[in-house]
C-alpha cells in the first residue's frame, strides 16, 4: 500500500476516466495501452495521455519486459493499493480530497449497480457467489479502529494470493476479478 499525502496525486484521481483507467489496471494486472483502451472503449490516444497523468505521479509503471517490439507498450499498478492520509489542513487540499473521496465513492456504486443490472449474464455459480451485506452496530471510535484493522487483516491474505496471481499470470481458468468494498461510519440516528 502506498501512502497518498500529496493532494496532487489526488487531484489526478479525481478524474472519473483516470480512475476507471487506474482501476482496471489492478484489475487486469500488466496490459498493453491498447487493451485497456479496447475495454475501455476509447482511443489508445486517449487513455496514453492519461496513462502519462498517473505515471508522472508514480501510480503506474511500465513493464517493458513485457514488450514484443518497441510500439507494444505494458503497465501496471506501481503498487498494491492506495491509503490516503486524511489529515490535510491547506483548504486546497482539503477540496483535493473532498473531490477524490466523492469520486471514488461513485466509482463504488456504479460497479455495484453495473453488476446488479448484469448479473444475470453471469453463469449460475457466479450469479450466486456475489454477497452484500449492513449492519447497526454500536462501537466507540477505538471499537471501530479495531474492526477496520480485523477486516483488513481478513483481507490480507487474499490480496496476497491475488497479487501473486497477477505477477505469475498463472490464475485457475476459472478465476475472475473480485472487487470489494465496504464502509463504516458514525451516523446520527
Not at 482511443?43 to 513485457?66: A, F, M, N, T
Not at 499470470?169 to 458514525?186: G, K, V
Amino acid at each position: 500500500m502506498q501512502q497518498i499525502d500529496d493532494p496532487d496525486v489526488l487531484k489526478v484521481l479525481t478524474s472519473r476516466f483516470r480512475m476507471r483507467l487506474f482501476s482496471l489496471l489492478f484489475q487486469i494486472g500488466p496490459v498493453t495501452v491498447s487493451e485497456l483502451a479496447r475495454r475501455m472503449n476509447a482511443d489508445p490516444g486517449q487513455v496514453s495521455y492519461h496513462l502519462r497523468q498517473l505515471q508522472k505521479h508514480d501510480l503506474i509503471e511500465d513493464v517493458p519486459e513485457l514488450a514484443r517490439d518497441s510500439r507494444e507498450r505494458w503497465v501496471r499498478p506501481a503498487m498494491g493499493g492506495l491509503v490516503v492520509d486524511r489529515d490535510f489542513e491547506a483548504p486546497e487540499a482539503r477540496a483535493a480530497l473532498q473531490a477524490w473521496t466523492s469520486q471514488w465513492v461513485i466509482d463504488q456504486f456504479e460497479r455495484l449497480r453495473d453488476f446488479k443490472r448484469t448479473h444475470m449474464t453471469l453463469p449460475e455459480d457466479w450469479r450466486n457467489a456475489g454477497f452484500g451485506s449492513s449492519r447497526h452496530l454500536r462501537l466507540t471510535k477505538d471499537e471501530l479502529a479495531q474492526l477496520a484493522d480485523q477486516l483488513n487483516a481478513v483481507l490480507q491474505p487474499w490480496r496476497e494470493l491475488t497479487k501473486s496471481r497477477v505477477e505469475s499470470s498463472e490464475a485457475p481458468p476459472d478465476t475472475r476479478p473480485i472487487f470489494i468494498f465496504y464502509h463504516a461510519f458514525p451516523e446520527e440516528p
